[in-house]
């Protein structure tokens, strides 16, 4: 194996004027972004979009909510049981578990700010962020033993299978009346 001095290595840095360049350049493409994002949302088009989305999401809240859950993240969790060894597959399923994920986790989240008295809602987003950060912990470490000693295929039909009945409580939940109203 040959060594090489490092004195005779080709200098390759950027002079400071080309540095000094380029962030003039970065700011200037920022500057025309953020002009170019003003005309945008103040365009009849970006008006026309929101209120298509937000049609969508009326839509969605009656019809997905209801239905679609428990049916789409199980199988995207069965999907990457099976194909895990698959580069391409496996990242369209992961794909489709963060967008089945994002159609439940945004209409909850809309939910709890909607619902939340003002004066109470620092209060209450603390409190379910720092739930949320300890929360994430233990799955890791309880995902990651189990598949040391279960595999990978079967962890996933677990998860599965998890998710099925927790989609399945919650529907019944949904369906029955837990405390009457008072007349």
Do not use: C
């Amino acid at each position: 194996m040959a060594r090489v001095k490092l004195s005779k290595l080709p200098d390759r840095s950027i002079p400071h004027s080309k540095h000094l360049l380029l962030l003039i350049t970065l700011f200037v493409g920022a500057i025309a972004l953020v002009l170019l994002l003003d005309g945008l949302i103040q365009s009849s088009v970006y008006q026309s979009l929101q209120q298509f989305a937000f049609w969508i999401g009326d839509r969605y809240q009656q019809w997905f909510t209801q239905h679609q859950y428990q049916i789409n993240h199980p199988l995207a969790l069965i999907g990457l049981a099976f194909f895990y060894q698959h580069l391409w597959a496996s990242l369209l399923l992961i794909g489709l578990l963060g967008a089945f994920a994002s159609l439940v986790g945004i209409p909850m989240q809309t939910t709890i700010q909607q619902e939340t008295p003002e004066a109470m809602r620092g209060k209450v987003f603390g409190l379910q962020n720092n739930a949320i950060n300890i929360a994430l912990s233990l799955p890791l470490v309880l995902a990651g033993v189990s598949e040391t000693l279960f595999g990978l295929r079967v962890v996933f039909l677990a998860l599965a299978a998890l998710t099925i009945a927790g989609a399945t409580l919650t529907w019944y939940i949904s369906r029955t009346t837990i405390f009457k109203p008072s007349s």
